[in-house]
């Protein structure tokens, strides 16, 4: 079975440009997770979504990220205009079951570099 | 709010040293607790996990014990090996989460010589 995949695995952008990552869960997998780490800080949350809802947003930074999950399949994360505090790696994983109590498999990340 | 304390790194260790890599958390009530690891260009794997006070996990040689009394739960190997080299991320998850998002610690690498 397929893990959580991700791409681009390394994306390198200009300031002011759009950037969207991509993520495949696991099939069947209803939850899934968005979470950025920054300079080599801890890893935060982002998002999640439930099949093609959000749950919950409260780790978005500002309205320059956009998430979506159409189809409750994959998901995308835009970017748009990029900043230089955008760079880091973006993580996503996804579970099946009870949010509250699954365990989440996570794709190996993007890092996204603003230059 | 919630949140995880981990030691700082890098560790450097030779093969067979006994390792711990610290981490605290501060959360109301009883959380869940896991320790993740990250390879070499791979992504995030579940290591360990610990749902209950005095719950020890444990995989591959590595353990860690839920200390509700200290707020603890740090990672320990009694012989690491080179293959162990990675960041090792504590996390914990709110007891009362609908959502299950994972708050991490700042992750610690470790690097084991030969």
């Known amino acids: 079975e397929a893990g959580v995949t991700q791409f681009p695995s390394h994306s390198v952008i200009e300031k002011g440009q759009t950037v969207t990552l991509r993520c495949d869960p696991i099939?069947?997998?209803?939850?899934l997770y968005w979470y950025r780490r920054v300079m080599g800080k801890e890893i935060k949350f982002l998002l999640h979504f439930v099949k093609e809802s959000k749950q919950d947003e409260s780790g978005m930074p500002n309205n320059r990220f956009l998430a979506e999950r159409t189809g409750g399949t994959y998901s995308t994360l835009k970017v748009q205009p990029a900043e230089l505090e955008d760079s880091g790696v973006y993580f996503c994983a996804s579970s099946q079951g009870p949010a509250g109590l699954a365990i989440q498999y996570f794709g190996a990340g993007t890092r996204l570099s603003v230059l | 709010g919630d949140s995880v304390t981990q030691m700082e790194g890098p560790v450097t260790l030779s093969e067979e040293a006994f390792l711990t890599i610290n981490c605290t958390y501060t959360a109301t009530g009883y959380p869940s607790l896991f320790w993740y690891v990250q390879y070499p260009g791979e992504g995030l794997q579940l290591l360990l996990k610990?749902?209950?006070?005095?719950d020890k996990g444990s995989n591959k040689g590595f353990e860690a014990t839920y200390r509700k009394e200290t707020t603890s739960f740090h990672l320990e190997k009694g012989s690491v090996q080179v293959s162990d080299s990675a960041v090792y991320f504590c996390a914990l998850r709110a007891w009362s989460s609908n959502t299950g998002k994972l708050i991490f610690g700042q992750g610690t690498t470790l690097q084991v010589k030969p």
């Open positions: 610990a749902t209950k006070a005095d």
């Open positions: 099939s069947g997998h209803d939850n």
